[in-house]
T-cell receptor, first 113, second 110 residues
């Protein structure tokens, strides 16, 4: 089936550790995105990438890093510099970079313990 | 800066009781207004894209409309399975990112 796969679904992290969330899509979409969702709040954009080997900061990029080495993959690293990392993280993709519908994966829950 | 405000924050309906959700927005050069449905613990599911004022789209019991300042999602004769959070988002001329509202949580009781 075509779609966006995020893993792991649940992740626990100790303070001071970096963690990486995986996102893979087989939709042949050019653009990929990472959003963060906190309880009762809307989604906020962390990073996005419009083509391979290129990405831009979103509204809340501090404490996060990404890479886009392959069209299908857009992993997100939550670093120890992120002050409040506990949240629901959503990966998304769209066909191209302008005016197209963005489709979402099932999300990853990150909890700092 | 693009802004989206959704109201009400929460809505409790009896099965069959029709209602409307509001999405007010300010955006520089609207490229599209999007509606998504989100179930607890899941990713948002795409419902509709509206591109220009006066446009309407329907899917089962849902109908989305668009004006120059707001969009409405009408739920006609809702069923319990329509219970979810409904998210509105806009895409402006500045880029391809979406700006989301806070969502409306809808609970339909049998």
């Amino acid at each position: 089936d075509g779609g966006i796969t995020q893993s792991p679904k649940y992740l626990f992290r100790k303070e001071g550790q970096n963690v990486t969330l995986s996102c893979e899509q087989n939709l042949n979409h050019d653009a990929m995105y990472w959003y963060r969702q906190d309880p009762g709040q809307g989604l906020r954009l962390i990073y996005y990438s419009q083509i391979v080997n290129d990405f831009q900061k979103g509204d809340i990029a501090e404490g996060y890093s990404v890479s886009r080495e392959k069209k299908e993959s857009f992993p997100l690293t939550v670093t120890s510099a992120q002050k409040n990392p506990t949240a629901f993280y959503l990966c998304a993709s769209s066909i191209s970079r302008s005016g197209n519908t963005i489709y979402f994966g099932e999300g990853s829950w990150l909890t700092v313990v | 800066e693009d802004q989206v405000t959704q109201s009400p924050e929460a809505l409790r309906l009896q099965e069959g009781e029709s209602s409307s959700l509001n999405c007010s927005y300010t955006v520089s050069g609207l490229r599209g207004l999007f509606w998504y449905r989100q179930d607890p613990g899941k990713g948002p599911e795409f419902l509709f894209t509206l591109y220009s004022a006066g446009e309407e789209k329907e899917k089962e019991r849902l109908k989305a409309t668009l004006t120059k300042k707001e969009s409405f999602l009408h739920i006609t004769a809702p069923k319990p399975e329509d219970s979810a959070t409904y998210l509105c988002a806009v895409q402006g001329a500045a880029g391809n990112k979406l700006t989301f509202g806070g969502g409306t949580r809808v609970l339909v009781k049998p």
